[in-house]
């Protein structure tokens, strides 16, 4: 087993993160990572993902979500071809801190099969994660800075 955890603190709500997570259709607009999701964040449903991780070569697959609660965790589970072979738990957690003012963003990959090590780039898949938590993070911070502003 192979695992990845990348951690954030942003200056936003677990409700405004959890929005920036699912507004899939603006993914091409700020994230670097994750470039398109396609699919109904909701537990059974495909995914259709593609990711561009930093230095590696882009890829797209078709995950299963396994998990979805509101404003606080959203789970994907990716299979090359057969169990076991090459799996992919995909985990975003947000975690509320300062009386829920704030939320720490835990993004987590646990990897098991055979190919494993053949076939994942821990350190670019890393790297992905972490501009991925970065650009959250801004555009999360973002939107509580305009409601302020407005208000």
Known sequence: MNQI???????????VVWDVLLEFESYPEWNPFVRTIEGVPSEGEQLRVRIEPPGARGMTFKPEVVAVEENRRFVWLGRLVVPFAFD????????P???????????????????????????????????????????????????????
């Open 88 to 95: 992919g738990y995909h985990e975003f957690h947000l975690e």
């Open 5 to 15: 955890e990348v951690f954030e603190e942003i200056d936003a709500p677990p409700p």
């Open 97 to 151: 801190i300062d009386e829920g003012e704030r939320t720490r963003l835990l993004h987590r990959e646990t990897f098991r099969g055979a190919l494993v090590p053949l076939l994942a780039d821990l350190e670019s898949l890393e790297a992905g994660f972490a501009a991925m938590n970065g650009a959250v993070k801004a555009r999360a911070e973002s939107r509580v800075g305009a409601t302020e502003r407005d208000s």
